[in-house]
């Protein structure tokens, strides 16, 4: 059973979602009507999602209700209010809220929403429970791995880390990994990734020099494949330093 938390100043209009609600076969567990209350209740009772009104009583507003709640506790708010100004509206965006909802609202318009906001959470949630599962196999995986993503180096693990010879994972992310690849064996490389992938993995490896953060010449063997990663397409590479690096002369 869903559980649904009302954030909402006008006690009619409470009342109203709370009939909705109940009738939709969901649990109200609380209301309140105030941000500083809504975020003390998403502590202690844990709801599934917050129907949270945007001008509430008290100095902290819904929306910054919302960003606390949804920074701190994962929980999805979903924003209903009769304030369609594009200041509000774009406050709200930037908040990443579950939806937007404008007063008067109709039971139906609100079971979706709920239901949206409820499935759309559970995705992410489980995304990110498979991510840090994979970054954990990534971080404890005895070879080299290094994550791109548009070119970039989006994550590496400790052994890639010594593959590059630095020791701060902050040197390395977000640079091209195209800068690491020796300028005459690029083209072999892009060749390579550009690949008709099967299940994922690219066909045989790559064969490539690159070089370290500081220099000096290391001689790759390249194997990869696609993978997901932060809910976007990404290349997942294996590098098998197979000869120490020699420093260039």
């Known amino acids: 059973m869903r559980k649904v938390l009302i954030v909402e100043d006008d006690k009619f209009l409470a009342a109203i979602f709370a009939l909705f609600i109940k009738d939709m076969g969901f649990e109200v567990v609380g209301r309140c009507r105030s941000g500083v209350e809504a975020v003390e ?3 202690s009772l ?43 509206v774009e406050r709200a965006i930037i908040s990443n809220s579950y939806g937007y909802l404008v007063k008067p609202v109709q039971r139906k318009e609100l079971e979706i929403s709920i239901e ?27 070879v080299p791995i290094v994550i791109i993503q548009d070119g970039k ?11 590059f010879h630095t020791h701060y994972i902050e040197d390395m992310m977000g640079l091209p990994f195209l800068d690491f690849v020796e300028p005459d064996h690029r083209d072999r490389f892009e060749s390579f ?13 790559c064969l490539v020099n690159m ?5 000096g010449t290391i001689e790759t063997d390249i194997k990869g494949s696609w993978i997901c990663f932060n809910g976007k397409d990404a290349l997942q590479l294996f590098l098998n330093d197979s000869f120490q690096p020699q420093a260039h002369e």
């Open 41 to 43: 209740l998403c502590n």
């Open 211 to 215: 070089k370290g953060l500081h220099g």
């Open 46 to 88: 844990e709801p599934n999602v917050v129907l949270m009104d945007i001008h509430l009583e008290g100095e902290m507003d819904g929306i910054q209700a919302a960003e606390k709640i949804q920074r701190e506790l994962e929980i999805p708010v979903i924003f209903i209010s009769s304030d369609t100004s594009s200041s509000v």
């Open 153 to 163: 180096i989006l994550y590496l693990n400790n052994e890639a880390l010594d593959f």
């Open 193 to 205: 990734i550009a690949s008709d992938a099967q299940n994922g993995k690219l066909p045989g490896r």
């Open 116 to 142: 949206l906001a409820y499935y759309k959470h559970k995705a992410v949630i489980d995304q990110k429970r498979k991510e840090e599962g994979f970054r954990k196999f990534i971080s404890d995986a005895p």
